[in-house]
């Protein structure tokens, strides 16, 4: 197992989808299914779920060894989820982040990019798709009170930008596996890939 945290954000406001895209239905099953059932499959140790919404909170109880944090001021953006995560975690090597808007993300590239970090556990591993930074991202337990110090919608960007010299890049071949849905347009598309 993998002593990794991996705190899964599910309270976004979906404003650029004007409804609630983690519950609409995306290939027969609501779209924060697939991640929570990836990383129910995967090998890590800490399975943080936290969310605005019961449905995805009732869900992941209902899973095994996950922990679920209900978030009640969702409109303060994505640094309020990483904060009710990281408090909520136990000691561990890193904090994987990882949004609940991506239907196509799988176990095994999750234990990739958990086995790519382990390489060296004081590195940043982002994974990237053609030079583009994605999600799943994982910081080491050292910065944890640098992502407490997050506000607003930025999320760990600025933690990146600012540590040039610890970030290690995974690249990832298949682009599907961590395309997010956002808009109506996303979700057209890539419901009938």
Same mark, same amino acid.
Do not use: W
């Given at each position: 197992?993998?002593?990794?945290?991996?705190?899964?954000?599910?309270? !976004?406001?979906?404003?650029?989808?004007?409804?609630? @895209?983690?519950l609409?239905?995306?290939? !027969?099953?609501?779209?924060?299914? $697939? =991640?929570?059932?990836?990383?129910?499959?995967?090998?890590i140790?800490?399975?943080? =779920?936290?969310?605005?919404?019961?449905?995805?909170?009732?869900?992941?109880?209902?899973? *095994?060894?996950?922990?679920?944090?209900k978030?009640?001021?969702?409109?303060?953006?994505? #640094?309020? #989820?990483?904060?009710?995560?990281i408090?909520?975690?136990?000691i561990?090597? !890193?904090?994987?982040f990882?949004?609940?808007?991506?239907?196509?993300?799988?176990?095994?590239?999750?234990?990739?990019?958990?086995?790519?970090?382990y390489?060296?556990? @004081?590195?940043?591993?982002?994974?990237? =798709?053609?030079?583009?930074?994605?999600m799943?991202?994982?910081?080491?337990?050292?910065?944890?009170?640098?992502?407490?110090?997050?506000?607003?919608?930025?999320?760990?960007?600025?933690?990146?930008?600012?540590?040039?010299? /610890?970030?290690r $890049? /995974?690249?990832? @071949?298949?682009?599907?596996?961590?395309?997010?849905?956002?808009? *109506?347009?996303?979700?057209i598309?890539?419901?009938?890939?």
């Amino acid at each position: 197992m993998f002593n990794i945290a991996c705190i899964i954000m599910a309270s !976004g406001l979906s404003k650029r989808m004007e409804q609630n @895209k983690l519950l609409l239905d995306f290939k !027969g099953k609501e779209m924060f299914k $697939y =991640v929570l059932d990836a990383v129910n499959l995967s090998d890590i140790s800490q399975r943080i =779920v936290v969310s605005s919404y019961d449905e995805i909170l009732d869900y992941a109880e209902g899973l *095994k060894n996950f922990k679920t944090v209900k978030n009640s001021k969702n409109t303060l953006g994505q #640094s309020k #989820s990483i904060l009710l995560g990281i408090n909520n975690s136990d000691i561990c090597d !890193g904090f994987m982040f990882l949004p609940c808007d991506m239907p196509f993300i799988t176990h095994s590239l999750i234990n990739d990019i958990c086995s790519f970090f382990y390489q060296d556990s @004081k590195c940043i591993a982002v994974p990237r =798709v053609n030079t583009k930074n994605s999600m799943p991202t994982i910081f080491p337990y050292y910065l944890k009170a640098d992502l407490l110090n997050i506000s607003g919608d930025v999320g760990g960007r600025e933690i990146i930008r600012s540590n040039p010299k /610890i970030l290690r $890049y /995974i690249d990832i @071949k298949n682009p599907l596996l961590l395309q997010d849905i956002d808009t *109506k347009e996303d979700y057209i598309k890539f419901k009938n890939v």
